[in-house]
């Protein structure tokens, strides 16, 4: 090639000094071949007139949770969440993290996050600080970065990322602006990826129907079988004798890759609205609501959003520890409350303490 050649834009290639080395290293011939690199340009340069080419109105915030869920931790890098928003024409920004380009909230470093069963009573006493902790990371996070954004006007749209325990997506799903318009993302099990499936036009639809016909008073039970099957026999003693609700899938088998496309969650959102309706319209004097939850992470984030803290009685949100189901947040008391007491039926207190 001459130097005019050699120059042109088609065949310009422009790397940092290390990937220079790399490439350009003798022994790297047969692995950076002229096909390889031809193809590599050809994904940047496609992806980024992909990027450039959306509107401003296309932009989003990106707020990513990430925690350790029985041990199990996930990679969500910007570059992760990036893909995911851009797969579904929209190009993200970042709020910035406490360690630059790292999880906007990060919880593995939260005291107690790695918390495992057996459930004792001194680890009750550390789950409460936890949950405490965890739920003031959030909130800092909402309140000082989320927050004034949409304040300015600067923040339009919002895509989320979560990977944690189901309490506390469901906290943070209650603390996002229902003014501004959201899309929550699942993580698929099949591929470990973020990017929602296309339609394939077999998402169920989601129905709650009573299990435990009782008289109502001030607390009620509801079992969400999602992801997985909640027996009744699994339904913590003190809740027996509340009047119980279901919700699960219509005509399709509960399973962890329910989520598949986001119609699906999108079908389960309008299943919860309808049920919290029936509560407002039909069961006036329901105060709490405790919410034994097998969900996808993306649904327990909807969980939250859709609750309403002046009109929905409490949330008082279970997780599954040491083979039974343990009351440990508040959704809709004093924000982040982590549970004491509970299970107060309606003709006195009948609980537990954790």
């Known amino acids: 090639m001459d130097r005019a050649q050699r120059e042109d834009a088609d065949n310009l290639m422009l790397l940092c000094a290390d990937q220079h080395d790399e490439v350009d290293a003798a022994g790297g011939l047969d692995l950076f071949t002229v096909e390889k690199l031809r193809r590599v340009k050809q994904e940047h340069e496609d992806r980024i007139r992909h990027v450039t080419g959306l509107g401003s109105d296309r932009a989003t ?9 029985h041990g199990n931790q996930v990679e969500l890098s910007r570059q992760t969440a990036a893909t995911a928003v851009i797969a579904r024409d929209r190009y993200p920004l970042f709020l910035e993290s ?41 909130d800092g996070v909402i309140e ?38 959201t899309d929550i993302y699942q993580r698929h099990r099949e591929d470990e990826s973020w990017v929602w ?7 169920p639809n989601f129905a709650a129907r009573v299990d435990h016909d009782v008289p109502s008073g001030r607390e009620a039970v509801v079992l969400i079988n999602v992801s997985g099957a909640i027996g009744a026999q699994e339904v913590p003693a003190p809740l027996r004798g509340m009047r119980r609700w279901e919700i699960r899938p219509v005509g399709a088998p509960t399973g962890p890759d329910i989520m598949a496309a986001r119609g699906c969650l999108e079908r389960f959102a309008e299943a919860l609205r309808g049920f919290f309706a029936e509560l407002e319209a039909e069961v006036k004097m329901l105060k709490r609501l405790h919410v ?3 969900l996808p992470m993306s649904a327990a984030i ?53």
Do not use: K, N
């Open 61 to 69: 915030t990106v707020v990513r949770m990430v925690g350790s869920v």
């Open 98 to 138: 406490y360690t630059r380009h790292g999880l906007e909230i990060d919880l593995r470093g939260v005291p107690g996050e790695s918390q495992a069963a057996p459930y004792t009573a001194s680890q009750a006493t550390a789950s409460r600080a936890y949950y405490r902790m965890a739920t003031q990371l959030v």
């Open 144 to 181: 000082r970065q989320l927050r004034p954004g949409i304040t300015r006007d600067a923040v339009r749209h919002v895509s989320v990322f979560g990977f944690a325990r189901l309490p506390l997506l469901v906290h943070l799903g209650s603390r996002l602006d229902d003014t501004v318009p």
């Open 197 to 203: 499936r296309e339609e394939d036009g077999l998402a």
């Open 292 to 294: 034994l939850p097998a």
């Open 302 to 354: 909807v969980l939250g959003r859709v609750h309403h803290p002046q009109v929905h009685p409490q949330l008082v949100v279970y997780e599954r520890l040491s083979g039974c189901y343990v009351p440990t947040l508040e959704v809709g008391g004093p924000s982040g409350s982590s549970v004491g007491t509970v299970a107060r039926s309606a003709g006195g207190s009948s609980g537990w303490a954790v």
